[in-house]
Antibody, heavy 120, light 107 residues
Framework: QVQLVESGGGLVKPGGSLRLSCAASGFTFSDYYMGWIRQAPGKGLELISY????????IYSDSVRGRFTISRDDATNSLFLQMNTLGAEDTAVYYC?????????????WGQGILVTVSS | EVVMTQSPATLSVSPGERASLSCGAS??????VAWYQQKPGQAPRLLLY???TRATDIPDRFSGSGSGTGFTLTISSLQSEDFAVYYCQQYNNWPLTFGGGTKVEIK
């Protein structure tokens, strides 16, 4: 079955960095576009980054562009999010999600989420 | 950016009743709208895409309609497991955007 497992979250000071990882299994990872979506405490959903199956198309929200970098390693079925210059506004649960192959900009499987807290 | 507005913010419904949730787009998005369900402490679950196509294993009590700027998610007969927050998402334009959610609670 499809599984997505995030890791790498935690508490970080303002201005710091974190690298999130997402281990994928149960499907042919290299065939799928993937995304990172976050949810601030008690708030709604925000797509922050998206990567094509080839890795050639990278999309970022305005809120993270220039600070976050998405990447993938198809050899290890892994998705990554390098987060730099973190601020309090980045505090959220971060979800790794697989796109729906029938509608590539929707997300049919999600990880359980990982909490990132930015605080001094 | 396309702003997605959901109403009502909270919907109180008795089990077995019908629930209708609305989602409006600030500009036309064709039929490129998806709906998700999220329960407390869980990740969202894709219910519908293309405004009305059910995702894998989604029961037929969930249906969707609409095009352009107005969309509706209907749950025909609410089951206990359906009490949750529902989000719409447009995927016609970048950035992809979500609505603020409608919480369906037990009346």
């Amino acid at each position: 079955q499809v599984q997505l497992v995030e890791s790498g979250g935690g508490l970080v000071k303002p201005g710091g960095s974190l690298r999130l990882s997402c281990a994928a299994s149960g499907f042919t990872f290299s065939d799928y576009y993937m995304g990172w979506i976050r949810q601030a405490p008690g708030k709604g959903l925000e797509l922050i980054s998206y990567i094509s199956s080839s890795g050639n198309t990278l999309i970022y929200s305005d809120s993270v562009r220039g600070r976050f970098t998405i990447s993938r390693d198809d050899a290890t079925n892994s998705l990554f999010l390098q987060m730099n210059t973190l601020g309090a506004e980045d505090t959220a649960v971060y979800y790794c999600a697989r796109t729906n192959i029938r509608a590539r900009r929707t997300f049919d499987y999600w990880g359980q989420g990982i909490l990132v807290t930015v605080s001094s | 950016e396309v702003v997605m507005t959901q109403s009502p913010a909270t919907l109180s419904v008795s089990p077995g009743e019908r629930a209708s949730l609305s989602c409006g787009a600030s500009q036309t998005v064709g039929r490129n709208v998806a709906w998700y369900q999220q329960k407390p402490g869980q990740a969202p679950r894709l219910l519908l895409y293309g405004a009305s196509t059910r995702a894998t294993d989604i029961p037929d009590r969930f249906s969707g309609s609409g095009s352009g700027t107005g969309f509706t998610l209907t749950i025909s007969s609410l089951q206990s497991e359906d009490f949750a927050v529902y989000y719409c998402q447009q995927y016609n334009n970048w950035p992809l955007t979500f609505g603020g959610g409608t919480k369906v609670e037990i009346k």
